[in-house]
């Protein structure tokens, strides 16, 4: 059986509320066996993960992965353990640049499968003012009450 297709296992949809997303990049992540299965179950929170670039490598940190339930504790991992993320060396120093000089942060978005492998989305953001997220808040109420004006014609 050909593993093809795209399920999103875990949206972090405060990072978009919080920052204002520039640019995303895909990237591979190195796994445990135990954190895929618990990972394919969708038992991940990327809520308060965040990306670090030390030396070169990009590191995936606080984001939580839930032990897996059926296997002994012997196999399991760290839950909020440092997970490396797989990159081109161009993507890293291109977005070490961007982070340093700009002042960015790297904010992972999405955990999702594509063609049986594990993929984060990492989204390049700097952070919204207050005044930001009001202005947002109030964009989609008006969008909404459109949609209802609409629907009643």
């Given amino acids: 059986m050909a593993k093809s297709g795209y399920k999103i296992l875990s949206d972090n949809r405060q990072a978009r509320y919080l920052y204002e997303i520039l640019e995303t ?26 990306v670090l670039i030390r030396n070169e490598e990009a590191l995936l940190l606080n984001v ?12 399991n991992h760290d839950p909020l353990r440092t997970r490396r ?6 993507e ?20 999702y499968l594509k063609e049986g492998w594990v993929k984060v989305s ?17 964009r989609r109420d008006d969008q909404r009450q459109m949609q209802r004006a609409m629907k009643n014609y």
């Fill in 25 to 50: 990049y895909e990237a591979g992540v190195e796994l445990r066996g135990t954190e895929v299965k618990s990972i394919r179950e969708g038992r991940v929170n990327l809520r308060d993960g965040y």
């Fill in 64 to 75: 939580h992965i839930s032990p897996h339930k059926s296997t002994g504790s012997y196999f």
């Fill in 85 to 90: 993320l797989l990159l081109h060396k161009e």
């Fill in 92 to 111: 890293i120093r291109k977005l070490i640049g961007k982070v340093e000089q700009k002042g960015l942060t790297l904010i992972p978005l999405k955990m």
């Fill in 122 to 138: 990492v989204g390049l953001g700097r952070g919204k003012k207050l005044h930001d997220k009001r202005e947002d808040i109030k």
